[in-house]
Protein backbone atom coordinates (compact mmCIF):
# COMPACT_ATOMS: atom_id res chain seq x y z
CA UNK A 1 0.00 0.00 0.00
CA UNK A 2 1.53 3.57 -0.87
CA UNK A 3 3.04 5.51 1.65
CA UNK A 4 3.15 9.22 0.75
CA UNK A 5 6.17 11.06 2.61
CA UNK A 6 6.36 15.37 2.71
CA UNK A 7 9.59 16.31 4.00
CA UNK A 8 13.14 17.47 3.24
CA UNK A 9 16.03 17.28 0.74
CA UNK A 10 19.01 18.18 1.98
CA UNK A 11 22.98 18.76 1.23
CA UNK A 12 24.71 18.53 4.55
CA UNK A 13 28.12 19.02 6.12
CA UNK A 14 28.90 16.77 9.11
CA UNK A 15 31.07 16.66 11.82
CA UNK A 16 31.94 13.66 13.73
CA UNK A 17 34.22 12.03 16.20
CA UNK A 18 34.67 9.83 12.85
CA UNK A 19 35.73 12.52 10.49
CA UNK A 20 34.13 15.28 8.28
CA UNK A 21 32.35 15.04 4.95
CA UNK A 22 30.75 17.94 3.53
CA UNK A 23 28.05 18.23 1.10
CA UNK A 24 26.69 15.00 1.48
CA UNK A 25 23.12 13.91 0.62
CA UNK A 26 20.60 14.46 3.65
CA UNK A 27 17.18 15.35 4.26
CA UNK A 28 14.39 14.17 6.18
CA UNK A 29 12.68 12.84 3.18
CA UNK A 30 15.56 11.02 1.63
CA UNK A 31 16.24 9.13 5.07
CA UNK A 32 12.59 8.08 5.38
CA UNK A 33 12.34 6.92 1.83
CA UNK A 34 15.34 5.05 2.03
CA UNK A 35 14.10 3.33 5.09
CA UNK A 36 10.66 2.73 4.22
CA UNK A 37 11.53 1.78 0.11
CA UNK A 38 12.63 -1.67 1.97
CA UNK A 39 9.57 -2.19 2.65
CA UNK A 40 6.74 -0.69 0.87
CA UNK A 41 5.74 1.56 -2.24
CA UNK A 42 6.99 5.52 -1.47
CA UNK A 43 5.80 8.32 -2.63
CA UNK A 44 8.39 11.16 -1.91
CA UNK A 45 7.63 14.48 -2.21
CA UNK A 46 10.24 17.76 -1.09
CA UNK A 47 11.53 20.67 -2.91
CA UNK A 48 14.66 20.71 -4.12
CA UNK A 49 17.72 23.35 -5.72
CA UNK A 50 19.69 22.65 -9.12
CA UNK A 51 22.26 22.07 -7.05
CA UNK A 52 21.20 18.36 -5.80
CA UNK A 53 22.93 15.27 -7.72
CA UNK A 54 20.73 13.74 -9.93
CA UNK A 55 22.78 10.52 -9.07
CA UNK A 56 21.52 11.03 -5.43
CA UNK A 57 18.17 8.82 -6.92
CA UNK A 58 19.71 5.67 -8.01
CA UNK A 59 18.84 3.96 -4.95
CA UNK A 60 15.35 5.04 -4.94
CA UNK A 61 14.49 4.90 -8.55
CA UNK A 62 15.54 1.47 -8.73
CA UNK A 63 13.87 0.76 -5.36
CA UNK A 64 10.57 2.08 -6.72
CA UNK A 65 10.50 5.27 -5.47
CA UNK A 66 7.64 7.59 -7.08
CA UNK A 67 9.47 11.20 -7.56
CA UNK A 68 6.62 13.01 -8.90
CA UNK A 69 6.80 15.54 -5.54
CA UNK A 70 10.39 16.23 -6.37
CA UNK A 71 9.57 20.13 -7.07
CA UNK A 72 13.26 21.73 -8.62
CA UNK A 73 14.00 24.83 -8.47
CA UNK A 74 16.44 24.86 -11.17
CA UNK A 75 18.28 28.40 -10.51
CA UNK A 76 18.34 28.31 -6.55
CA UNK A 77 20.08 26.10 -3.89
CA UNK A 78 19.15 23.25 -1.86
CA UNK A 79 18.24 23.28 1.79
CA UNK A 80 21.53 22.96 3.86
CA UNK A 81 22.19 21.89 6.64
CA UNK A 82 26.11 21.81 9.11
CA UNK A 83 26.20 20.17 11.92
CA UNK A 84 28.53 18.71 14.71
CA UNK A 85 28.58 15.59 17.00
CA UNK A 86 30.78 14.97 20.12
CA UNK A 87 30.92 12.84 22.99
CA UNK A 88 27.94 10.94 23.39
CA UNK A 89 26.56 11.97 19.86
CA UNK A 90 23.13 11.60 20.67
CA UNK A 91 22.46 15.38 19.82
CA UNK A 92 23.92 17.23 17.12
CA UNK A 93 24.94 21.30 17.64
CA UNK A 94 23.45 22.81 14.65
CA UNK A 95 26.40 24.98 13.16
CA UNK A 96 24.41 26.46 10.45
CA UNK A 97 20.89 26.24 8.33
CA UNK A 98 20.26 27.45 5.23
CA UNK A 99 16.27 26.84 4.25
CA UNK A 100 16.96 27.83 0.29
CA UNK A 101 13.59 25.93 -1.62
CA UNK A 102 12.43 24.78 2.02
CA UNK A 103 10.77 28.37 2.17
CA UNK A 104 8.56 27.27 -0.58
CA UNK A 105 5.19 25.17 -0.32
CA UNK A 106 5.88 21.50 -1.28
CA UNK A 107 3.92 19.95 -4.18
CA UNK A 108 1.25 17.32 -3.46
CA UNK A 109 0.55 15.63 -6.97
CA UNK A 110 -2.49 14.56 -7.89
CA UNK A 111 -1.33 11.12 -8.39
CA UNK A 112 -0.45 11.00 -4.39
CA UNK A 113 -3.78 11.42 -2.95
CA UNK A 114 -4.61 8.19 -3.08
CA UNK A 115 -2.31 7.45 -0.40
CA UNK A 116 -3.61 5.15 2.05
CA UNK A 117 -0.27 6.15 5.15
CA UNK A 118 1.05 9.52 4.73
CA UNK A 119 3.96 10.49 6.84
CA UNK A 120 4.62 14.21 7.40
CA UNK A 121 8.33 14.69 8.12
CA UNK A 122 9.15 17.81 10.35
CA UNK A 123 8.09 21.22 8.87
CA UNK A 124 5.93 24.18 9.65
CA UNK A 125 2.63 22.98 11.42
CA UNK A 126 0.86 25.22 9.12
CA UNK A 127 2.22 23.32 5.52
CA UNK A 128 1.64 20.25 7.80
CA UNK A 129 -2.11 21.01 8.20
CA UNK A 130 -2.04 22.30 4.66
CA UNK A 131 -1.13 18.87 3.57
CA UNK A 132 -3.39 16.76 5.60
CA UNK A 133 -5.84 18.48 4.55
CA UNK A 134 -5.53 17.23 1.02
CA UNK A 135 -5.26 13.37 2.06
CA UNK A 136 -8.75 13.40 4.08
CA UNK A 137 -8.62 9.23 4.00
CA UNK A 138 -4.79 8.59 5.01
CA UNK A 139 -3.40 7.25 7.90
CA UNK A 140 -1.47 10.31 8.98
CA UNK A 141 1.64 10.17 10.80
CA UNK A 142 3.67 13.61 11.60
CA UNK A 143 7.22 14.65 13.11
CA UNK A 144 8.20 18.00 14.69
CA UNK A 145 10.61 20.32 16.08
CA UNK A 146 11.45 22.47 19.21
CA UNK A 147 11.05 25.57 16.96
CA UNK A 148 7.19 24.72 16.22
CA UNK A 149 6.99 23.80 19.88
CA UNK A 150 7.99 27.59 20.94
CA UNK A 151 6.75 29.38 17.90
CA UNK A 152 3.70 27.71 16.23
CA UNK A 153 2.11 25.89 19.25
CA UNK A 154 -1.72 26.48 18.14
CA UNK A 155 -1.15 25.14 14.80
CA UNK A 156 0.69 22.34 16.37
CA UNK A 157 -1.85 21.11 18.41
CA UNK A 158 -4.37 21.21 15.98
CA UNK A 159 -2.50 19.38 13.66
CA UNK A 160 -1.90 16.98 16.97
CA UNK A 161 -5.83 16.85 17.06
CA UNK A 162 -5.77 15.35 13.24
CA UNK A 163 -3.43 13.03 12.78
CA UNK A 164 -3.13 9.18 14.14
CA UNK A 165 0.51 9.59 15.21
CA UNK A 166 2.77 11.50 16.63
CA UNK A 167 6.06 10.81 16.20
CA UNK A 168 8.61 13.01 18.35
CA UNK A 169 12.29 12.94 20.20
CA UNK A 170 12.44 12.39 24.58
CA UNK A 171 13.49 16.38 24.24
CA UNK A 172 10.53 17.41 22.42
CA UNK A 173 8.26 15.31 24.61
CA UNK A 174 9.42 17.06 27.63
CA UNK A 175 9.29 20.66 25.87
CA UNK A 176 5.72 19.63 25.03
CA UNK A 177 4.22 18.68 28.01
CA UNK A 178 6.05 20.35 30.64
CA UNK A 179 6.95 16.45 31.96
CA UNK A 180 9.89 15.23 32.54
CA UNK A 181 8.84 11.80 33.05
CA UNK A 182 8.86 10.46 29.38
CA UNK A 183 5.55 8.01 30.34
CA UNK A 184 3.79 10.97 31.67
CA UNK A 185 4.82 12.88 28.93
CA UNK A 186 3.49 9.87 26.47
CA UNK A 187 0.50 9.67 28.60
CA UNK A 188 -0.19 14.18 28.08
CA UNK A 189 0.63 13.86 24.59
CA UNK A 190 -1.88 10.77 23.98
CA UNK A 191 -4.36 13.24 25.60
CA UNK A 192 -3.65 16.26 22.92
CA UNK A 193 -5.07 13.99 20.06
CA UNK A 194 -3.28 11.36 18.36
CA UNK A 195 -3.89 7.75 19.09
CA UNK A 196 -0.30 6.84 18.75
CA UNK A 197 2.85 8.44 20.07
CA UNK A 198 6.13 7.69 19.15
CA UNK A 199 8.98 8.74 21.04
CA UNK A 200 12.39 8.48 20.06
CA UNK A 201 15.30 8.35 22.52
CA UNK A 202 18.11 8.34 20.19
CA UNK A 203 20.83 5.45 21.46
CA UNK A 204 18.52 4.72 24.49
CA UNK A 205 15.68 3.58 22.38
CA UNK A 206 12.27 4.23 21.56
CA UNK A 207 8.44 4.40 23.84
CA UNK A 208 5.16 3.45 22.13
CA UNK A 209 1.59 4.74 23.46
CA UNK A 210 -1.29 3.24 22.62
CA UNK A 211 -4.66 3.05 23.40
CA UNK A 212 -4.27 -0.59 23.80
CA UNK A 213 -0.73 0.13 26.24
CA UNK A 214 2.61 0.51 25.64
CA UNK A 215 5.73 -0.79 24.79
CA UNK A 216 9.74 0.03 25.00
CA UNK A 217 12.92 -0.91 22.55
CA UNK A 218 16.43 -0.40 23.69
CA UNK A 219 18.19 0.96 20.77
CA UNK A 220 19.96 -2.09 18.76
CA UNK A 221 23.30 -2.30 19.91
CA UNK A 222 26.26 -0.42 17.09
CA UNK A 223 29.62 -0.62 18.23
CA UNK A 224 30.73 1.76 15.67
CA UNK A 225 28.83 4.88 15.41
CA UNK A 226 29.76 6.68 12.48
CA UNK A 227 27.19 9.33 11.55
CA UNK A 228 23.78 10.07 13.38
CA UNK A 229 22.12 12.10 11.41
CA UNK A 230 19.24 11.02 9.86
CA UNK A 231 18.67 8.12 12.55
CA UNK A 232 15.31 9.59 13.86
CA UNK A 233 13.95 9.65 9.81
CA UNK A 234 14.98 6.52 8.88
CA UNK A 235 13.24 5.26 12.13
CA UNK A 236 10.39 6.22 11.51
CA UNK A 237 10.70 5.33 7.52
CA UNK A 238 11.40 1.80 8.76
CA UNK A 239 8.48 1.62 10.97
CA UNK A 240 5.84 3.53 8.61
CA UNK A 241 7.27 1.32 6.05
CA UNK A 242 7.17 -1.98 7.84
CA UNK A 243 3.57 -0.85 9.35
CA UNK A 244 2.38 -0.01 5.52
CA UNK A 245 3.76 -3.24 4.16
CA UNK A 246 1.65 -5.19 7.03
CA UNK A 247 -1.53 -3.19 6.57
CA UNK A 248 -2.24 -3.27 10.07
CA UNK A 249 -2.02 -0.73 13.32
CA UNK A 250 -2.74 -3.53 15.38
CA UNK A 251 -0.28 -3.55 18.72
CA UNK A 252 1.34 -6.22 17.59
CA UNK A 253 2.24 -4.03 14.24
CA UNK A 254 3.54 -1.51 16.04
CA UNK A 255 5.86 -3.79 18.22
CA UNK A 256 7.65 -5.30 15.22
CA UNK A 257 6.93 -2.12 12.80
CA UNK A 258 9.19 0.10 15.97
CA UNK A 259 11.39 -2.90 15.81
CA UNK A 260 12.29 -2.79 11.92
CA UNK A 261 12.77 1.24 12.43
CA UNK A 262 15.58 0.57 15.16
CA UNK A 263 16.74 -1.52 12.60
CA UNK A 264 16.93 0.83 9.98
CA UNK A 265 18.44 3.35 12.81
CA UNK A 266 21.16 1.07 13.24
CA UNK A 267 21.98 0.73 9.59
CA UNK A 268 22.28 4.80 8.94
CA UNK A 269 24.24 5.68 12.00
CA UNK A 270 27.43 3.00 10.75
CA UNK A 271 27.98 5.24 8.23
CA UNK A 272 28.07 8.23 6.67
CA UNK A 273 25.06 10.03 4.98
CA UNK A 274 23.03 7.78 3.47
CA UNK A 275 25.66 5.23 3.10
CA UNK A 276 24.36 2.40 4.98
CA UNK A 277 20.17 2.40 4.16
CA UNK A 278 21.80 2.63 0.39
CA UNK A 279 23.90 -0.01 0.85
CA UNK A 280 21.12 -2.18 2.79
CA UNK A 281 18.59 -4.46 1.68
CA UNK A 282 15.43 -6.24 2.83
CA UNK A 283 17.66 -9.76 3.61
CA UNK A 284 19.75 -7.38 5.83
CA UNK A 285 17.08 -5.81 7.43
CA UNK A 286 15.74 -9.13 8.33
CA UNK A 287 19.00 -10.53 9.38
CA UNK A 288 19.16 -7.71 11.70
CA UNK A 289 15.78 -7.67 12.87
CA UNK A 290 16.15 -11.47 13.80
CA UNK A 291 19.74 -10.56 16.12
CA UNK A 292 17.87 -7.74 17.64
CA UNK A 293 15.03 -10.22 19.11
CA UNK A 294 17.85 -12.66 20.32
CA UNK A 295 19.46 -10.14 21.84
CA UNK A 296 16.31 -8.81 23.40
CA UNK A 297 15.11 -12.31 24.03
CA UNK A 298 13.96 -13.62 27.80
CA UNK A 299 11.60 -15.84 29.03
CA UNK B 1 21.76 -22.05 48.03
CA UNK B 2 23.44 -19.67 50.14
CA UNK B 3 24.07 -16.32 48.84
CA UNK B 4 26.81 -14.15 51.22
CA UNK B 5 26.94 -10.14 50.27
CA UNK B 6 29.93 -7.78 51.68
CA UNK B 7 29.42 -4.79 51.76
CA UNK B 8 28.67 -1.45 53.80
CA UNK B 9 25.29 -0.46 56.07
CA UNK B 10 24.86 3.31 56.25
CA UNK B 11 22.78 6.08 57.30
CA UNK B 12 21.75 8.31 54.08
CA UNK B 13 20.86 11.90 53.97
CA UNK B 14 18.66 12.48 50.25
CA UNK B 15 17.56 15.49 48.39
CA UNK B 16 15.51 14.67 45.21
CA UNK B 17 12.96 16.49 43.58
CA UNK B 18 10.33 14.23 45.28
CA UNK B 19 11.94 15.52 48.85
CA UNK B 20 14.00 15.55 51.15
CA UNK B 21 15.20 12.67 53.78
CA UNK B 22 17.71 12.25 56.67
CA UNK B 23 19.42 9.63 58.58
CA UNK B 24 17.50 6.77 56.47
CA UNK B 25 18.97 3.51 56.05
CA UNK B 26 20.80 2.44 53.22
CA UNK B 27 23.75 0.89 51.75
CA UNK B 28 24.92 -1.48 49.26
CA UNK B 29 24.37 -4.72 51.41
CA UNK B 30 21.06 -3.13 53.04
CA UNK B 31 19.49 -2.89 49.47
CA UNK B 32 21.48 -5.70 48.46
CA UNK B 33 19.91 -8.47 50.58
CA UNK B 34 16.54 -6.72 50.41
CA UNK B 35 16.12 -7.73 46.75
CA UNK B 36 18.08 -10.63 47.24
CA UNK B 37 16.19 -11.93 50.15
CA UNK B 38 13.05 -12.08 48.06
CA UNK B 39 14.46 -15.20 45.74
CA UNK B 40 17.30 -16.88 48.04
CA UNK B 41 18.60 -17.48 51.74
CA UNK B 42 21.01 -14.21 52.05
CA UNK B 43 23.89 -14.14 54.57
CA UNK B 44 24.67 -10.53 55.11
CA UNK B 45 28.60 -9.29 56.41
CA UNK B 46 29.12 -5.61 57.15
CA UNK B 47 30.36 -3.16 60.08
CA UNK B 48 27.67 -0.94 61.64
CA UNK B 49 27.72 2.08 64.21
CA UNK B 50 26.06 1.65 67.69
CA UNK B 51 23.58 4.24 66.07
CA UNK B 52 21.73 1.90 63.45
CA UNK B 53 18.34 1.24 64.71
CA UNK B 54 18.17 -2.39 65.33
CA UNK B 55 14.47 -2.11 63.86
CA UNK B 56 16.06 -2.03 60.38
CA UNK B 57 16.75 -5.47 60.49
CA UNK B 58 13.02 -6.63 61.15
CA UNK B 59 12.52 -7.14 57.44
CA UNK B 60 15.26 -8.85 56.59
CA UNK B 61 15.31 -10.98 59.56
CA UNK B 62 11.31 -11.60 58.50
CA UNK B 63 12.80 -13.18 55.24
CA UNK B 64 15.31 -15.85 56.83
CA UNK B 65 18.35 -13.34 55.65
CA UNK B 66 21.58 -14.31 58.18
CA UNK B 67 23.15 -11.47 60.02
CA UNK B 68 26.31 -13.13 62.08
CA UNK B 69 28.53 -11.29 59.75
CA UNK B 70 26.99 -8.09 61.04
CA UNK B 71 29.75 -6.00 63.07
CA UNK B 72 28.73 -3.69 65.28
CA UNK B 73 31.00 -1.10 66.50
CA UNK B 74 28.76 -0.11 69.36
CA UNK B 75 30.36 3.52 70.55
CA UNK B 76 31.28 4.13 66.73
CA UNK B 77 29.26 5.72 64.23
CA UNK B 78 27.49 4.10 60.87
CA UNK B 79 28.82 5.10 57.34
CA UNK B 80 26.99 8.04 56.23
CA UNK B 81 26.28 9.21 53.07
CA UNK B 82 24.42 12.64 52.26
CA UNK B 83 24.01 13.11 48.40
CA UNK B 84 21.59 15.22 45.91
CA UNK B 85 19.76 13.80 42.83
CA UNK B 86 18.32 16.98 39.98
CA UNK B 87 17.56 16.73 36.73
CA UNK B 88 17.15 13.22 35.17
CA UNK B 89 18.14 11.48 38.30
CA UNK B 90 20.16 9.17 37.15
CA UNK B 91 23.32 10.20 38.74
CA UNK B 92 23.73 11.40 42.67
CA UNK B 93 26.16 14.22 43.02
CA UNK B 94 27.62 13.67 46.59
CA UNK B 95 27.43 15.96 49.36
CA UNK B 96 29.48 14.42 52.23
CA UNK B 97 30.94 11.15 52.86
CA UNK B 98 31.58 10.04 56.40
CA UNK B 99 33.25 6.63 56.36
CA UNK B 100 33.32 5.85 60.08
CA UNK B 101 33.02 2.05 60.78
CA UNK B 102 33.62 1.45 57.24
CA UNK B 103 37.60 1.68 57.68
CA UNK B 104 37.37 -1.70 59.75
CA UNK B 105 38.10 -4.76 58.08
CA UNK B 106 34.67 -6.78 57.97
CA UNK B 107 34.09 -10.14 59.82
CA UNK B 108 33.95 -13.51 57.51
CA UNK B 109 32.03 -15.76 59.86
CA UNK B 110 32.91 -19.34 59.76
CA UNK B 111 29.47 -20.33 58.90
CA UNK B 112 29.37 -18.08 55.73
CA UNK B 113 32.55 -19.99 54.21
CA UNK B 114 30.02 -22.88 52.71
CA UNK B 115 28.31 -19.97 50.34
CA UNK B 116 27.90 -21.15 47.04
CA UNK B 117 27.44 -17.61 45.57
CA UNK B 118 29.53 -14.49 46.97
CA UNK B 119 28.71 -10.54 45.86
CA UNK B 120 31.67 -7.97 46.54
CA UNK B 121 29.56 -5.02 46.58
CA UNK B 122 32.34 -1.57 46.20
CA UNK B 123 34.83 -1.38 48.83
CA UNK B 124 38.88 -1.60 48.04
CA UNK B 125 39.94 -4.26 45.99
CA UNK B 126 42.27 -5.18 48.10
CA UNK B 127 39.67 -5.82 51.09
CA UNK B 128 37.63 -7.24 48.25
CA UNK B 129 39.86 -9.79 47.49
CA UNK B 130 41.32 -10.70 51.07
CA UNK B 131 37.10 -11.83 51.42
CA UNK B 132 37.47 -13.24 48.16
CA UNK B 133 40.51 -15.64 49.37
CA UNK B 134 38.06 -16.97 52.04
CA UNK B 135 35.69 -18.02 49.28
CA UNK B 136 37.73 -20.44 46.94
CA UNK B 137 34.42 -22.80 45.67
CA UNK B 138 32.19 -19.96 45.84
CA UNK B 139 30.94 -18.43 42.16
CA UNK B 140 31.86 -14.41 43.23
CA UNK B 141 30.93 -11.07 41.61
CA UNK B 142 31.90 -7.99 41.94
CA UNK B 143 31.05 -4.14 42.18
CA UNK B 144 33.56 -1.62 41.92
CA UNK B 145 33.62 2.54 41.30
CA UNK B 146 35.81 5.52 39.65
CA UNK B 147 37.53 5.79 43.00
CA UNK B 148 39.47 2.51 42.94
CA UNK B 149 39.81 2.23 39.09
CA UNK B 150 41.75 5.73 40.32
CA UNK B 151 43.46 4.36 43.00
CA UNK B 152 43.82 0.83 43.21
CA UNK B 153 43.82 -0.18 39.60
CA UNK B 154 46.40 -2.98 39.99
CA UNK B 155 44.47 -5.11 42.51
CA UNK B 156 41.34 -4.11 40.79
CA UNK B 157 42.57 -6.04 37.61
CA UNK B 158 43.86 -8.86 40.43
CA UNK B 159 40.63 -8.87 41.23
CA UNK B 160 38.80 -9.33 38.03
CA UNK B 161 40.90 -11.68 36.75
CA UNK B 162 39.88 -13.75 40.18
CA UNK B 163 35.95 -13.33 40.24
CA UNK B 164 33.32 -14.68 37.57
CA UNK B 165 31.18 -11.86 37.39
CA UNK B 166 31.85 -8.17 37.27
CA UNK B 167 28.96 -5.30 37.84
CA UNK B 168 29.71 -1.80 37.19
CA UNK B 169 28.02 1.15 35.93
CA UNK B 170 28.38 2.79 32.38
CA UNK B 171 30.99 5.33 33.66
CA UNK B 172 33.01 3.22 35.60
CA UNK B 173 33.18 0.50 32.45
CA UNK B 174 34.30 3.59 30.37
CA UNK B 175 36.62 4.67 32.82
CA UNK B 176 38.23 1.30 33.16
CA UNK B 177 38.26 0.65 29.34
CA UNK B 178 39.04 4.25 27.57
CA UNK B 179 36.54 2.92 25.56
CA UNK B 180 33.29 5.31 25.05
CA UNK B 181 31.64 2.76 23.24
CA UNK B 182 29.41 0.26 25.67
CA UNK B 183 29.92 -2.74 23.25
CA UNK B 184 34.00 -2.19 22.85
CA UNK B 185 33.91 -1.45 26.49
CA UNK B 186 31.83 -4.54 27.49
CA UNK B 187 34.23 -6.68 25.55
CA UNK B 188 37.36 -4.82 26.80
CA UNK B 189 36.22 -5.98 30.45
CA UNK B 190 35.53 -9.66 29.27
CA UNK B 191 39.37 -9.65 27.98
CA UNK B 192 40.32 -8.55 31.49
CA UNK B 193 39.23 -12.05 33.14
CA UNK B 194 35.25 -12.00 34.15
CA UNK B 195 33.50 -14.34 32.34
CA UNK B 196 30.51 -12.41 32.69
CA UNK B 197 30.31 -8.67 32.63
CA UNK B 198 27.15 -6.58 33.84
CA UNK B 199 26.89 -3.04 32.87
CA UNK B 200 24.14 -0.75 34.33
CA UNK B 201 22.63 2.04 32.69
CA UNK B 202 20.48 3.67 35.36
CA UNK B 203 17.31 4.58 33.58
CA UNK B 204 18.41 3.46 30.35
CA UNK B 205 18.70 -0.12 31.52
CA UNK B 206 21.58 -2.42 31.25
CA UNK B 207 23.69 -4.76 29.18
CA UNK B 208 25.18 -8.46 29.32
CA UNK B 209 28.22 -9.96 27.78
CA UNK B 210 29.12 -13.73 27.86
CA UNK B 211 31.20 -15.70 26.24
CA UNK B 212 27.52 -17.07 24.63
CA UNK B 213 27.13 -13.43 23.44
CA UNK B 214 25.61 -10.31 24.81
CA UNK B 215 22.18 -9.11 26.08
CA UNK B 216 20.23 -5.92 26.55
CA UNK B 217 17.58 -4.64 28.85
CA UNK B 218 15.57 -0.94 28.83
CA UNK B 219 14.84 0.00 32.76
CA UNK B 220 11.46 -0.93 33.91
CA UNK B 221 9.47 2.32 33.07
CA UNK B 222 9.07 3.78 36.32
CA UNK B 223 6.26 7.01 36.05
CA UNK B 224 7.14 8.18 39.65
CA UNK B 225 11.17 8.00 40.27
CA UNK B 226 10.79 9.06 43.66
CA UNK B 227 14.72 8.30 44.84
CA UNK B 228 17.36 6.35 42.73
CA UNK B 229 19.59 6.17 46.06
CA UNK B 230 20.48 1.60 46.03
CA UNK B 231 18.83 1.23 42.24
CA UNK B 232 21.73 -0.46 41.40
CA UNK B 233 22.57 -2.63 44.43
CA UNK B 234 19.02 -3.37 44.64
CA UNK B 235 19.15 -4.74 40.57
CA UNK B 236 22.63 -6.87 41.52
CA UNK B 237 20.99 -7.90 44.88
CA UNK B 238 17.70 -9.21 42.44
CA UNK B 239 20.08 -10.65 39.72
CA UNK B 240 21.97 -12.51 41.93
CA UNK B 241 19.08 -13.70 44.38
CA UNK B 242 17.31 -15.04 41.06
CA UNK B 243 20.69 -16.76 39.72
CA UNK B 244 21.23 -18.22 43.49
CA UNK B 245 17.50 -19.43 43.08
CA UNK B 246 17.94 -21.10 39.67
CA UNK B 247 21.25 -22.52 40.64
CA UNK B 248 22.24 -21.99 37.01
CA UNK B 249 24.60 -19.29 35.04
CA UNK B 250 23.42 -20.26 31.53
CA UNK B 251 22.72 -17.68 29.22
CA UNK B 252 18.84 -18.23 29.55
CA UNK B 253 19.10 -18.38 33.25
CA UNK B 254 21.21 -14.69 33.29
CA UNK B 255 18.91 -13.11 30.81
CA UNK B 256 16.04 -14.26 33.38
CA UNK B 257 18.08 -12.55 36.29
CA UNK B 258 18.86 -9.53 34.93
CA UNK B 259 15.05 -8.67 34.21
CA UNK B 260 14.59 -9.50 37.59
CA UNK B 261 17.28 -7.06 39.00
CA UNK B 262 15.35 -4.80 37.11
CA UNK B 263 12.25 -5.21 38.52
CA UNK B 264 13.77 -4.74 41.75
CA UNK B 265 15.53 -1.79 40.87
CA UNK B 266 12.15 -0.44 40.02
CA UNK B 267 10.64 -1.56 43.46
CA UNK B 268 13.01 0.91 45.49
CA UNK B 269 13.22 3.98 42.98
CA UNK B 270 9.96 4.28 43.91
CA UNK B 271 10.23 5.07 47.17
CA UNK B 272 12.66 7.12 49.53
CA UNK B 273 15.13 4.97 51.27
CA UNK B 274 14.31 0.89 51.38
CA UNK B 275 11.04 1.58 51.46
CA UNK B 276 9.69 0.03 47.88
CA UNK B 277 11.92 -3.09 48.95
CA UNK B 278 10.79 -3.58 52.14
CA UNK B 279 6.58 -3.09 51.11
CA UNK B 280 7.73 -5.95 48.19
CA UNK B 281 6.60 -9.24 48.12
CA UNK B 282 7.89 -12.31 45.94
CA UNK B 283 4.38 -12.23 44.22
CA UNK B 284 4.90 -8.14 43.48
CA UNK B 285 7.79 -9.37 41.87
CA UNK B 286 6.57 -12.08 39.51
CA UNK B 287 3.97 -9.62 38.62
CA UNK B 288 5.89 -6.82 37.56
CA UNK B 289 8.41 -8.96 35.85
CA UNK B 290 5.16 -10.33 33.52
CA UNK B 291 4.12 -6.44 32.73
CA UNK B 292 7.49 -6.18 32.36
CA UNK B 293 8.01 -8.83 29.63
CA UNK B 294 4.86 -7.90 27.84
CA UNK B 295 5.96 -4.28 27.58
CA UNK B 296 8.85 -5.57 25.66
CA UNK B 297 7.18 -8.38 23.55
CA UNK B 298 7.16 -8.41 19.75
CA UNK B 299 7.73 -11.08 17.82
Redesign the interface.
Known amino acids: MSLAVFGSVGLDDISTPSGEVKGVIGGSAVYFSLAASLFTDVRLAANVGGDFPESAWTTLRERGTDLTGLQLFADRQTFRWSGKYQ??MNEAQTLNTELNVLVEQPLVPESYRDSRYLFLANMSPDTQLEILEQFPRAVAFADTMNLWIDTSRENLERLMSLVYGLVLNDGEARMLTGE?????AGAKLQQMGPDVIVIKKGE??C?LFTPD??????AY?????VDPTGAGDSFAGGMMGALAEMENFSM?AL??A??YGTVCASLTVEKFSTGGLEESTRHVVNERYNEF???????
Open positions: GDHNLLKHGFGRFGLPPVENVDRRMAREFLRFS
